[in-house]
Nanobody, 123 residues
Framework: TVELVESGGGSVQVGGSLRLSCVAN????????MGWFRQAPGKEREVVAR???????IYADSVKGRFIISQENRKNTLYLKMNDLKSEDTAMYYC?????????????????WGHGTQVTVSS
């Protein structure tokens, strides 16, 4: 069973930065893609950033230029560096990975999910 454990969330002021980490118990180099999603209270889950196995990165328009997704295969860790945080970035952030169906990289139905880490941005 693939397990993903997120960390790095917390409370920060507007304009601040955080780096989220997601550690997997398996070789993430074997994944088709990994991604970060978020869900704010009363809103649907949305993709924040996706990193495909060909190193292509995809970002939501709302975070382009502010967030950077990366992975460190030797540590089986996915990162999300978040800069210039805004109040609307407040949400629970989830790490996800897809190893079995490449199509899921595009439809958001990743097979494996972490339990999330909370990010709260206040003014």
């Amino acid at each position: 069973t693939v397990e993903l454990v997120e960390s790095g969330g917390g409370s920060v002021q507007v304009g601040g930065s955080l780096r989220l980490s997601c550690v997997a118990n398996t070789l993430i180099a074997n994944s088709y893609c990994m991604g970060w999603f978020r869900q704010a209270p009363g809103k649907e889950r949305e993709v924040v950033a996706r990193l495909q196995n060909d190193r292509t990165t995809i970002y939501a328009d709302s975070v382009k230029g502010r967030f950077i997704i990366s992975q460190e295969n030797r540590k089986n860790t996915l990162y999300l560096k978040m800069n210039d945080l805004k109040s609307e970035d407040t949400a629970m952030y989830y790490c996800a990975a897809e190893f079995g169906d490449y199509d899921h990289c595009f439809d958001g139905n990743f097979m494996h999910w972490g339990h999330g880490t909370q990010v709260t941005v206040s003014s």
